[in-house]
């Protein structure tokens, strides 16, 4: 499997994922549909996205790790969790972490 430094990075970052302090309510998106019907996912998922509220995340399902998502979506602050299913599929989870609450005293 060939890896560029960006999906080597992601890769490792597999293993230590975010946990949400409260369970968000994931919208799930499987892009393989998409894909194989020639289609680029991201105008779906970036609807979606931007629909999300307060309390709701992002599920994708794709047949590799989306590292540009990933990057793009960590960079607007979402957390991440990703994982591999057992027929090789990659499920990634986006949500905007919880606030830092405010230290006594603030």
């Known amino acids: 499997m060939d890896l560029t430094p960006v999906n080597a990075k992601v890769a490792e970052a597999a293993t230590l994922t975010a946990t949400p302090m409260t369970s968000p309510r ?24 931007d629909k999300l509220r307060p309390g709701e995340g992002l599920e994708i399902i794709a047949p590799f790790i989306p590292a540009p998502l990933i990057e793009k979506l960590g960079s607007e602050g979402f957390a991440k969790s990703i994982e591999r299913d057992a027929d090789g599929t ?16 603030d």
């Open 26 to 49: 994931f919208k799930s998106i499987d892009v393989r549909k998409l894909l194989d019907a020639g289609r680029d996912p991201f105008p779906v998922i970036r609807k979606t996205v």
């Open 90 to 105: 990659w499920v990634t989870q986006f949500w905007r972490p919880d606030p830092a609450p405010d230290a006594p005293g």
